[in-house]
């Protein structure tokens, strides 16, 4: 490879190489490096020999053999080291010249990383990249943000690599402004917890309700996959139950219950927090696995506490129904928690967000890729300024059709001493957003009783603030509001 690479990857683990391989099987040059170099000669000589692909030794090496503008990813762990590798690479650089952070970073990272590079005259794009090891080769969701004179730069090449749908449309596209690309992929790893954890329920529910065996798990998860629930983690589950061990037995069984993660479900939950934005499904799916890596304090209640004897007599098949629509409707209620938090977090932060774009972004590459996507997409195409997803027609329709299974399997499940946080939690959510009133009222009381918060009256403007003397021994004082 003689002539300049098109762009310069720093990073050779999984997810770079992958990359550098996917870039160059669309017609692109591809100079790499990684900080141990002996990663840089394995692969050269191995998955990269004979390709459009250029070994470098070092930052200085690897910027030298760019074409200009310039465009520097980094694939590398996240936190320190991509600050480490800004500051190697910005003396290399010429104005115009562009760095990209493809890793799993923080979107407040990403907002600092953006002013700071800019601040040196270059500019940066924080990238969310998602499908894991196949889809970075085959063909990843990328979710790009940060200078956004830089896009037209690396438009060409993101697009080209990434997955498409629909005969053709790129599950890339602009996201925003500086940490609005790492930020919908927080969001996008929050809402695959949420899946992840409705489908484990239901799987439960299936093995110690309804008695079901392996084989018929997996048929039913595999139905399920040509219907409205059609997804890739309904297709992978599906193939996970019908995989047997060497001796024959399911191999699901055989896999230790405590779940490991690596923090951005954690994110999502604080993020959601931080902004008052009630998300509690995905909130219930990182406690679920909290509460799993308890191993031990779990098996010392377990033998203190009896579990209710099981006793479902209805008609299996009618249950199943139902148990679809419970994994349904809480699908519908994480993805419309999901994008609440988007449009606040697009207020927040200035991101002007483009709520249907961002669900073709996922529609595909993505470890949440599933056809309801596009019923997103289709939902924001209708109404650009629609307030909350589940005030949309057809995911009215939906939730309402849900509604009465998965009430069903919420009662069963609870009366039967199955956990079913998330199809529970999503439920409550779920009537608590269609109440006109909630108890509140009460909550506020509360705290005018014991605080002197004050409170608004239903009989009054909002706006205006009350205390009562409750107990005819507290001053007239009130507490500075707070409001969340
Ligand atoms: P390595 O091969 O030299 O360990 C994923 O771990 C990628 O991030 C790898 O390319 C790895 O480089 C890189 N990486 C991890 N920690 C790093 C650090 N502290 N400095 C530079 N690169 C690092």
Redo the contacts with the bound molecule.
Sequence with gaps: MNKLADIGLI???VM?ENLVLNMESKGFSVAVY???TD?VDKFIQGRGAGKNIKGTHSVKELVAALEKPRKVMML??AG??VD??IDQIIPHLEKGDIIIDGGNSNFTDTIRRTEYVESKGFQFIGTGVSGGEIGALRGPSMMPGGSKEAWPHVKEIFQSVSAKVDGGVPCCDWVGADGAGHYVKMIHNGIEYGDMQIITEAYQFMKDVLKMDYDEMHETFKKWNTGELDSYLIEITADILAYKDEDGAPMVEKILDTAGQKGTGKWTGIEAMHLGVPLTLIAESVFSRFLSAQLDLRDQASQVFQAPEITFEGDKEEMLENLKMAVYGAKLISYAQGYNLLMEASKEYNWDLKYGDIALMWRGGCIIRSAFLGDIKKAFDKNPSLPHLLLDDFFKEKVQKAQPGWRKVCAVAVTNGIPVPSLSASLAYFDGFRSKRLPANLLQAQRDYFGAHTYERTDRPRGEFFHTNWTGEGADTVSTAYNS
């Design positions: 990073g050779l683990a770079g990684n900080r141990s990663k590398v762990k320190d080291p480490s590798f």
